[in-house]
């Protein structure tokens, strides 16, 4: 992998990047390398507005950090107000599309007002600095708004993605005992309404603590609203005032807490806080994405994910950016939705993850290519390893060659983008996520925590402290310590494995127990799936080992297939010489299952997770509920049945 093609910077893109040449990178790693303090200390003063400055930078009882110390902020303020007094007043904040085609163009004034609104609403339902409020909508601008008047007032918000069913968003509420709810009537999804209040309504049979719904008129289906309890959001609004002041809130005060799956059923509350989360996010957004003034950005997430909070919300809007909203599926009406929305406006950056864009490849070139792609001048990708079939897929039909494609490193843990290239400067290799960014500084060790050198495998730590650092786990500080700080102590444990080249590049392997052990060969998942793409045949492949006597752990697939005629018997043969000329014959898959869907988390996630225990065992026993599609998992462990 390290002697992979290598795409320097073209000299017209370079030219007029923020960040130019690996001299202008090395000198920003440098400064933050040696003077972490000073570095920070420095972009928050001339980056971020501030109500009262920070008595010291930063604070550090392992493992709870501090940044800004006594410093008074307001991220709803960074994001809206200070751009009032200049000529971002009258850009577009928010360009949002529905999916049923309507279209909504909000500039950082109007955003600034509606925002105000809606923490007035907020403010009259009684809630204040501390209190906790669940938002489960689907992706209508009024999701982030509610963020943003929540973030005004001070209120903690968490995003429950509006996929998840009523069982998540109940164990949410309970563990967070929020005391309100933000939700819709329902969400557009491929032409069907999702319907939001009936989950609300489900989940909260159980939940005590909540005293307030507001409900956003968006769909216009029948919904039963419980008087006392439910409310609204238009007829709250009516009455209130365009004005609310942003309240000074320490730099430490949490912004939101956002869950994420771990090893165990209980889903983690990463709890981030407000000064050095938005710092970083803001800084990432001109570094990685050297985002422009007129620039149309796009992160096409979901804001129920970290990518969403951290690059459609705070980092953009802190930026004074303008971002692109969609709210509904990537295939809808056609195919060609994005290639349409894209061209429609212009839009010059787009942030997807591998999974999309594999998902696009199945579907045929006829759908970009029928679509004026030429605004588009940078592209990202961000959740998963991405695979060369796919990068060079993403570089070609949709970048033509001409844009970077920034692969992003990073977690809901982080905050924001820790391995990414900055993309005036660091040439790019397909597949590696590159060089860490200023200030974060990596390492790969083995299991006692002794570096392990380049280009040999091992597991990616952090060994600095950074500023949108998650703070803790809600309510269980002993989890966070454990999960992340003590396997080796003092330093952040991803839980991914990878491996850094010769130019000190680094290659994401997957999650750790995503690798595996055949015949006392290391094995990652991602090596045999890349290989099994790269099979004209193949659309997208899940592989996970399988226990056996004799090389501890066999190769097992899952394949999903492009459109066409495929006898299976031949093609499983094929694709097993196929992968042991790619790879190995130690390598060569035991067994092969053709499938026509994966199991994924609503994030586009393959559980592999639920893959392994059905080759294992043939049953699924632990958490799925961020599965997406449960009948995925029934007709996978069924088929086995027949076999
Ligand atoms: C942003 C996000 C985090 C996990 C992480 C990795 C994987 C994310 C990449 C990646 C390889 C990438 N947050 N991951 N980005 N692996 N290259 N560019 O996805 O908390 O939901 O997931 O995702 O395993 O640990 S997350």
Not at 67 to 72: A, E, N, T
Not at 141 to 167: N, T, Y
């Amino acid at each position: 992998m390290a002697d992979a093609t290598v795409y320097a910077p073209s000299s017209a893109f370079a030219e007029r990047a923020h960040v130019r040449g690996m001299e202008g990178y090395r000198e920003l790693y440098r400064r933050a390398a040696e003077k972490p303090e000073e570095f920070w200390g420095q972009l928050a003063e001339t980056e971020l507005a501030w109500f009262q400055k920070w008595s010291h930078v930063f604070e550090w009882q392992p493992p709870f950090a501090k940044w800004f110390v006594g410093g008074k902020i307001n991220a709803s303020y960074n994001c809206l107000d200070r751009h009032l007094a200049t000529p971002r007043k009258n850009k577009i904040a928010i360009l949002w599309e529905g999916e049923p085609g309507e279209k909504r163009r909000i500039t950082y004034e109007d955003l600034h007002r509606l925002v105000c609104r809606f923490a007035n609403v907020l403010k009259d339902r009684g809630l204040k600095t501390g209190d906790r409020a669940i938002v489960y909508m689907g992706m209508v601008p009024e999701l982030p708004i509610a963020l943003l008047a929540c973030a005004r007032l001070g209120v903690i918000h968490s995003v429950v993605f509006g996929g998840f069913s009523a069982e998540a968003l109940k164990t949410r509420i309970q563990d967070l005992e929020a005391q309100a709810v933000i939700t819709a009537d329902g969400a557009w999804r491929r032409g069907k309404e999702v319907r939001l209040k009936d989950a609300v309504d489900e989940a909260l049979a159980e939940c005590p603590s909540v005293h307030d719904v507001i409900v956003l008129r968006r769909t216009g289906e029948t919904v039963t609203m419980q008087s006392g309890r439910d409310h609204w959001w238009h007829e709250l609004e009516a009455g209130v005032s365009d004005e609310c002041p942003a309240e000074p809130l320490d730099s430490e005060q949490p912004l939101y807490v956002l869950y994420t799956s771990g090893t165990t059923g209980k889903p983690k509350g990463i709890v981030h806080t407000t000064g050095g989360y938005l710092l970083q996010a803001q800084m990432t957004m001109k570094w990685v994405f050297d985002l422009r003034e007129e620039d149309v950005y796009w992160c096409a997430a979901d804001i129920g994910w970290v990518t969403g909070h951290s690059y459609i919300v705070y980092g953009p809007l802190a930026a004074g950016a303008t971002t692109v909203i969609y709210e509904g599926a990537p295939d809808f009406p056609q195919p060609d939705r994005w290639w349409r929305l894209i061209a429609e406006n212009r839009v010059n950056i787009l942030y997807t993850s591998p999974t999309a864009i594999r998902a696009f490849i199945r579907q045929g070139d006829q759908w970009p290519n029928a679509h004026d792609l030429s605004s588009l001048r940078l592209l990202g990708s961000v959740g998963e390893p991405i695979n060369p079939a796919a990068w060079e897929w993403y570089y070609k039909t949709i970048g033509k060659e001409r844009c970077p494609i920034v692969d992003t490193w990073w977690q809901t843990e982080t905050g924001s983008i820790m391995i990414a290239p900055m993309p005036g400067a660091v040439p790019l290799k397909p597949g590696s996520g590159t060089l860490p960014l200023p200030g974060v500084v990596a390492d790969i060790v083995d299991l006692d925590g002794k570096p392990v050198g380049n280009n040999r495998e091992g597991f990616l730590i952090l060994r600095r402290p950074w500023p949108s650092m998650a703070r803790t786990l809600w309510r269980d500080p002993d989890r966070y310590r454990q999960q992340y700080w003590e396997r080796v102590p003092g330093v952040y444990m991803t839980g991914d494995a990878a491996r850094r080249d010769d130019d000190g590049y680094y290659w994401i392997l997957g999650r750790v127990d995503d690798v595996m052990n055949v015949s006392g060969h290391r094995l990652s998942t991602m090596e045999l799936e890349s290989a099994l793409v790269r099979h004209p045949a193949v659309a997208e492949a899940a592989v996970v080992g399988k226990p056996h006597e004799i090389t501890g752990q066999a190769v097992a697939c899952f394949v999903t297939l492009k459109k066409g005629e495929w006898n299976h018997n031949d093609l499983a043969e094929d694709l097993r010489k196929w992968v042991a000329k790619e790879i190995g014959s130690f390598a060569k898959p035991e067994q092969i299952r053709f499938t026509d869907a994966l199991p994924k988390t609503r994030s586009g996630k393959i559980m592999r997770r639920l893959l392994r225990e059905i080759v294992t065992s043939n049953a699924v026993t632990g958490d799925v509920t961020t599965l997406e599609d449960l009948s995925v998992v029934t007709r996978l462990a069924s088929q086995h049945d027949e076999e």
